[in-house]
């Protein structure tokens, strides 16, 4: 005690010291109150940093918001569109990482570019090159992301990096594009063996090569850009017969009449087969046939439409069943006549539901869907099946996106009623007239 009271007395003298030297100095200033030593009154020193009178508080309102403009992705998208300003490319592509890389050496911000540069990647058509992906890779920085005990593990070791490093792995899965050994080595050099983007890869390399060959009918990696090419694709998966014949009844191209206007001729590409033109042979030329459509087909992100040529189901009465020939298929036989013991809890009756929605006797695409482009597919069909001559023909067709209608077609169609008038039934007695005078134009043209 008698020591604290010692210090205390010190302090309290230097103070007036200070004082009384102070007031020397400063003769015409008021006078300051004398500090006298009281042993109940303890004075406190107060310590200030250095540093608190250089960062003064602002209000929020007059804070810079610089900073934060410059950790978003706007700086990497400016990056990309200064460096790729005529052409975008592969080349340009890897030339912007190459910039990165040589900007920041530490790489700094290079989970922002990582995720700018996966969405820039479509438009510089490298989304499925693997050599892009290993590249975009190399820029996390290698051995700092790995976890040096199980405590890291536990705690997910820099969860910002193994987040954006499994999302480029994600993007890679949703382009179909499988990972190499030198995808694996970097993995590992960056996040090591226990880190979530080495779990992603090991799940793709288990789940790739069971679903690569799983599908028996693939589509091709790049679909062709010709829309014949692209319609004969198209037509041979939809047909389920190897011996369907794909055939082009005309051509894209563009022609100028004699006033000088120009006409743009659509393609007209068809399949059918060998039993459905003998199906075709054998049909009822009192009942109509149905050309209907259009119908979407996706191809990956493409949609194209198709027609088809179809009859009504043949009513029960009408029905012939040919006899088998057992020698046709010894391989698959049509029929079995197996006589087995039947037990007193077997049905002998099965309800199963089977819906007849007639046949199919012919498919068609084409790039105008109107009445008489498909018209010409009917006249070209006639070649091989005659009995188009003779069947009427009745269209179904609905407003699709490919429709084109030109003022020139409807005036040519004059003499075709309208398609709101041929959806609808016609009476039986108006039948065969309106039936009969159809035919012999298309036989007409057909000559022509």
């Not at 059918?272 to 009192?286: R, T, V, Y």
């Not at 039947?342 to 790039?367: H, I, K, N, Q």
């Amino acid at each position: 005690m008698k020591c604290t009271r010692c210090l205390l007395q010190l302090q309290g003298l230097r103070l007036l010291l200070c004082q009384s030297a102070r007031t020397a100095a400063q003769p015409a200033s008021p006078p300051q109150p004398s500090l006298l030593y009281n042993p109940q009154h303890q004075v406190r020193c107060f310590h200030g940093s250095p540093v608190c009178t250089k960062a003064q508080p602002f209000p929020q309102d007059f804070t810079n918001n610089d900073d934060k403009k410059n950790k978003s992705l706007v700086t990497h998208d400016d990056l990309f569109e200064q460096v790729a300003k005529q052409a975008k490319t592969k080349a340009t592509f890897n030339k912007v990482m190459e910039v990165f890389l040589k900007r920041n050496i530490r790489r700094r911000g290079h989970v922002e570019f990582i995720y700018a540069a996966l969405k820039k990647m479509p438009e510089y058509g490298v989304e499925r090159d693997l050599v892009v992906y290993n590249k975009l890779l190399e820029v996390f920085p290698k051995e700092v992301f790995v976890p040096r005990n199980f405590i890291q593990r536990m705690f997910n070791h820099y969860p910002r990096q193994q987040e954006c490093a499994v999302q480029l792995l994600e993007q890679m899965e949703n382009y179909g594009i499988m990972p190499n050994i030198e995808t694996k080595v970097l993995l590992l050099q960056i996040f090591g063996e226990k880190g979530h983007p080495m779990r992603k890869y090991q799940r793709i390399m288990y789940w790739f090569p069971k679903f690569k060959n799983l599908n028996p009918f693939p589509i091709p990696q790049q679909l062709p850009e010709d829309p014949v090419d692209l319609a004969r694709l198209s037509l041979t998966r939809i047909a389920n017969d190897l011996d369907a014949k794909v055939s082009v009844y005309q051509m894209p191209s563009t022609d100028i009449t004699e006033t000088g206007e120009q006409i743009t001729l659509p393609h007209i590409v068809g399949v059918q087969s060998p039993s459905q033109m003998e199906l075709l042979a054998k049909h009822n030329p009192s009942r109509p046939v149905f050309l209907e459509g259009p119908f979407p087909l996706w191809l990956k992100k493409k949609c194209v439409h198709y027609y088809i040529l179809r009859a009504d189901p043949i009513p029960p009465e009408e029905q012939v069943e040919e006899p088998y020939d057992p020698e046709r298929c010894l391989d698959y036989p049509l029929q079995l006549d197996l006589d087995f013991d039947r037990d007193l809890g077997d049905m002998e009756t099965f309800d199963v539901e089977d819906l007849d929605e007639g046949p199919v006797f012919a498919m068609c695409m084409t790039s105008q869907g109107d009445q008489a482009t498909l018209n010409q597919w009917i006249s070209g069909l006639q070649q091989t099946n005659p009995i188009l001559g003779q069947v009427p023909t009745l269209f179904r067709l609905d407003p699709g996106p490919r429709e084109l209608q030109a003022p020139a077609d409807e005036e040519s169609d004059h003499h075709h009623p309208p398609p709101e008038t041929q959806r609808e039934e016609p009476h039986p007695e108006e039948e065969p007239e309106v039936l009969v005078e159809e035919e012999p134009k298309r036989s007409q043209g057909m000559k022509q």
